[in-house]
């Protein structure tokens, strides 16, 4: 056994690990499926029968070489149409971190694929061909990631072996990106020049770019801080479930059960219940294993109050000085994802926010935005699938909200159509991240 | 001052906690499908968490095939017992003798388990059926939603699932339908290795190595016992064998291996280079989209 494995095997159950999403978003050409074939291979995770699997239809369909794309195209569709149609998650795991990721396709249902696969990453991957250029797709990728607030956006300019591994090559890339990417609220960006196909700077360090100085892609996956990430000042916990035994010996036990969306939680914390208004105390935060002395995201817990108050699934607990929004009229920029019915005026929708459902009435549209261009454009009456806009919701009842960009878990809702139950939109409360 | 920062193992229980609190906030009648191998152990483990001190709101269900380790039964006893919850068999033997089945010619009966369980799922009333599904296991796993659609056969529709965002998870029902919940989705065979070692979760002592009588077949290796006997012709010899995952008897076989301990499964397994179906299920192996065509029929 090497040591290596003994490493892996050993931190992962020491605790040592942590967990790292990422989203990878491209088109059929630009070497993205080659990319993770690497990673995966070169973790050791792809295994034997599924190589040998892979290598055999590739070689029934006659190709020159193995297509790792067959690794993650799994159902028959796709196969048959030689399509990725849906987002597709991958794992594989170093001795410093376990990583999955969102592996969304590049074709028609590409926004919705991006959105799902972005608004769970903590890091989004963007494929640049460096014989292309920064073209439409790269700033649509990236426009997407910071919609949904992806805080680290690592592009990779791939198949610079084509260009002779040319530093003037990188370089223009890299200014065309960043004077793009000033337009967006892109907390980190960072470049890496790479060749999925010959290997150069994935996982190891390449001889064939001496000019670059940064890591290869996994070590910088590896290293990439994401603890600050998190929103670790504002208390926010919204309530999923009380637990009340129903036996003898904990007749009056009373908890509230919930995974911790923002902030850090302490016995002894002053706490206000919404929408009651009821200031209390915390009394314990209990989980299975026994009491905790603190509670952050993404802890799921049971947190017990010392007064005995009326509080139930959709209520939020935050602090008295630091509490969310409390609002019927929602600002908020959508994503429609349904292909049968766009969004317009006056149409109503189930609205699920943290915990909490309700119904929500479409007021006006303000406008659409173009993934493209950036370009706001106000003569709209509808967002069709895969399409981006800002709108006014009115909604049943208040929903304790802060702005998207700044918390992410109590920013965020769905739009389900009440009659199909079908998820139509995603949604993300306050303005666009970026400057017109 | 800690960092604030949870290991990958909690992060992936806390995530599984909330989805097990969610679909017991939201659904009507949950049930959990209980296999008696080390995933269901595992989901069983987290929803005993998700509700402690409180017993699981919920019953278990077992679709027996008859064809079980003894070891597992007395396994599953066990967790039924030391848990207090409600346990559902749904019987594949019963439904062979009522001719609502009939058995593959290979003596398989993974595939007929899907009209019992649609049956039995039916005839309870549930509305949402918890499955320890990951998505590392397949590729039609790999794109299937936490929380995964059925219509009123129980059908998986691939291009027709609801889109899945955050954590927001849509179980909205029409009455007939139902939901499969995966709240495994993120574990991968080393996770869920590395968390029995961490928790020191009770499993069947198959999945550790012993010693046992074993016959050679198609590269792989079967115990010799009531379900697999010796056929003429055929040797035996003793090794150092475990079983990596536990389905039927008669078509699950062992892998050669000297882990007597869960630390050394966890190694095993980091060093493992064919996938657990691969390795030890006869039944996966029959085309590419094996599992996709069960999933679309409803299986787990």
Redo the contacts between chains.
């Keep these: ?2 040591t290596t ?2 490493n ?2 050993e931190a ?2 020491d ?5 790292l999403r990422f989203a990878t978003a491209g088109s059929v050409d630009d070497g993205k499926s080659t990319l993770i074939g690497r990673l995966l291979f070169d973790s ?1 995770t792809i ?4 190589l040998d ?1 892979v290598e055999s ?1 590739s070689k029934d369909r006659g190709n020159d070489y193995t297509d790792l794309s067959l ?7 796709e ?1 048959e149409q030689g399509i990725t ?7 594989f ?1 170093t001795p410093k ?2 990583f ?1 990721i969102a592996d969304t396709p590049g074709h028609t249902q590409y926004t ?1 694929n991006m ?2 696969g972005a ?2 990453a903590d890091v989004a991957l963007i494929l640049v061909d460096a014989r292309k250029g920064v073209i439409e797709q790269s700033r649509r990728h990236t426009f997407l990631a910071t919609l949904l607030g992806v805080p680290h956006i690592v592009v990779c300019v791939n198949k610079m072996d084509l260009v002779d591994y040319s530093e003037e090559v990188f370089e223009s890339i890299r200014r065309d990106f960043t004077e793009f990417a000033s337009r967006l609220r892109v907390p980190d960006l960072t470049f890496i020049p790479i060749s999925a196909l010959e290997g150069d700077n994935v996982v190891n360090r390449s001889e064939n770019t001496p000019w670059y100085e940064g890591s290869p892609l996994l070590s910088h996956l590896e290293r990439l801080h994401v ?1 600050s990430d ?1 929103n ?1 000042v504002d208390v926010r916990f919204p309530v ?2 009380v ?5 003898h010996d ?1 007749r009056d ?1 009373r908890g509230y ?3 911790v969306a923002s902030g ?1 939680m302490k016995p002894g914390d002053k706490v206000v219940a919404l929408p009651a208004g009821l200031e209390t105390t915390i009394a314990s935060i ?4 026994g009491p905790v002395e ?1 509670a ?1 995201p ?3 817990v ?1 947190v017990r109050l010392t007064d005995e108050i009326d509080i139930s ?1 959709g209520d939020m607990i935050a602090r008295p000085n630091n509490t969310p929004a409390s609002l019927q009229n929602i600002d908020a920029q959508i994503c429609w ?1 349904d292909e049968s019915a766009p969004l317009t005026v006056g149409k109503k929708y ?1 609205i ?2 943290t ?1 909490r459902w309700a119904r929500a009435m479409v007021k006006n549209i303000n406008y659409r935005v173009d993934v493209n261009t950036l370009h706001r454009d106000e003569d709209v009456t509808e967002i069709k699938l895969n399409e981006i806009g800002r709108i006014q919701l009115r909604v049943t009842q208040p929903l304790f909200v802060d702005p998207y960009q700044q918390n ?2 109590t920013g ?3 739009l ?1 159509d009440e009659s199909t ?3 139509v939109a ?1 949604g993300m409360v306050g303005g666009l991240p970026h400057r017109v | 001052m800690t960092s604030h920062v949870l290991s990958q193992l909690r992060s992936l229980e806390a995530e599984s906690i909330h989805i097990i609190r969610e679909v017991v906030a939201e659904m009507q009648r949950p049930v959990l499908l209980f296999s008696g191998g080390k995933d269901s152990i595992v989901m069983l483990h987290l929803a005993a968490k998700a509700f402690a001190p409180a017993r699981i709101p919920f019953p278990i269900m077992h679709v027996d095939t008859g064809l079980n380790f003894q070891t597992v039964l007395d396994c599953r006893d066990r967790w039924v017992e030391r848990l207090g919850i409600q346990l559902v068999v749904a019987s594949v033997q019963d439904a062979i003798d009522r001719g609502l089945v009939k058995e593959e010619p290979n003596g398989s009966r993974n595939r007929i388990q899907t009209p019992v369980l649609l049956e039995a799922v039916e005839k309870h009333g549930f509305d949402a059926a918890f499955g320890g599904g990951r998505r590392d296991e397949e590729k039609a796993r790999a794109k299937e939603r936490v929380f995964s659609f059925r219509d009123d056969f129980g059908q998986w529709d691939p291009k027709n699932q609801r889109p899945e965002i955050w954590s927001l998870y849509n179980g909205r029902v029409h009455q007939g339908e139902s939901i499969r919940v995966f709240p495994l989705s993120n574990w991968t065979e080393l996770d869920i290795w590395s968390y029995i070692a961490a928790e020191n979760i009770d499993i069947p002592d198959l999945y550790l190595a012993q010693e046992r009588e074993v016959v050679e077949r198609d590269g792989m290796l079967f115990a010799v016992n009531e379900f697999t006997p010796l056929k003429e012709g055929e040797t035996s010899e003793r090794r150092s064998v475990r079983y990596r995952t536990v389905g039927d008897a008669n078509l699950t076989a062992a892998v050669a291996s000297d882990a007597t301990t869960l630390t050394a499964i966890v190694e095993e397994t980091a060093a493992v280079r064919i996938t657990e179906r691969g390795a030890t299920r006869g039944d996966d192996k029959v085309s590419e989209a094996a599992m996709e065509d069960r999933k679309r029929e409803g299986y787990f």
């Design positions: 056994m090497s494995t003994e892996l095997a992962l159950t605790g040592s690990t942590d967990l050791k295994f034997e029968d599924q699997s239809v690794l993650t195209d799994g159902l028959r569709a196969r149609i849906d987002v597709a998650y991958r794992y795991a971190r376990k999955i919705r959105v799902t608004s769970t603890a998190r670790l999923q479930y637990i009340r035994p129903q036996s904990s036990y059960a919930g995974t850090v209990e989980t299975a294993d603190e952050y993404p802890m799921a049971t699934r994802m189930a699920k926010h915990t992410p878990e965020s809702f769905i389900v139950n079908k998820t995603a």
